[in-house]
């Protein structure tokens, strides 16, 4: 199972991170398995970052094998989404990014990639190209998004990736996310939603 994420792919976003980049192509970075964190497990801060951030995404599950795939066919290979947290210790990410250096260590440490639980958007009567998502810590509404707000759309960025990178069945894609990110702390509670629905319901320790 890989866990492929799409970074930069909403304009505010790259605004409030002051990424100026004029982007023609996705920008595409991975995690390992050992990232994936889910079933309400809380999230435990490690000790090497002091600025660590959420990032609410789009997490789309693949449920087909496919390589070199048609952005008109992308729609067969995934029926499932949940709302996934991408967590990023953001001043590692600053320090790599000044020096020129790879940050995967800032993106794919254990525990960064969190998801909820997975919905079928044919059930839900969902387009995948306008799905309201939020994250609520403590009670409080912090971040918001919708999927049509995309910079590269989820059928988009399946014909691109597949080029590279054959998908097979359970592969997890984060889709990217809107502005709006901030810091976690010990004690918060975060829930993540589709429109009203609640997927997503964990700790952070």
């Known amino acids: 199972m890989k866990i492929i994420c799409i970074g930069m792919n909403y304009a505010a976003h790259n605004k409030e991170l002051q990424n100026s980049l004029v982007l023609e192509e996705p920008v595409i970075f991975m995690k390992p398995d050992t990232a994936l964190l889910k079933n309400g497990k809380p999230f435990y801060i490690p000790d090497f970052s002091e600025d ?8 789309v599950k693949i449920d087909r094998l496919g390589k070199s795939i048609a952005r008109r066919f992308a729609p067969r290979y995934y029926n499932e989404i949940t709302v996934g947290i991408d967590m990023t210790a953001r001043d590692l ?5 000044k020096n020129g250096l790879p940050w995967e260590l800032c993106k794919s440490f254990d525990g960064s990639a969190v998801i909820g639980d997975f919905i079928s958007l044919e059930e839900n009567e969902l387009n995948i190209n306008q799905i309201p998502f939020r994250l609520d810590i403590d009670g409080k509404t912090v971040q918001a998004g919708n999927t049509a707000d995309m910079l590269f759309k989820i059928d988009e960025i399946i014909e691109y990736v597949s080029r590279f990178i054959t998908l097979k ?3 997890l894609i984060f889709t990217g996310t809107p502005a709006g990110v901030g810091n976690i702390n010990i004690d918060n509670h975060l829930q993540g939603y589709i429109g009203d629905k609640k997927l997503l319901d964990f700790q952070i320790k």
């Open 169 to 171: 069945m359970g592969d």
């Open 93 to 97: 990410q600053r320090k790599f990014k």
């Open 52 to 59: 660590m951030q959420y990032e609410t995404e789009i997490v």
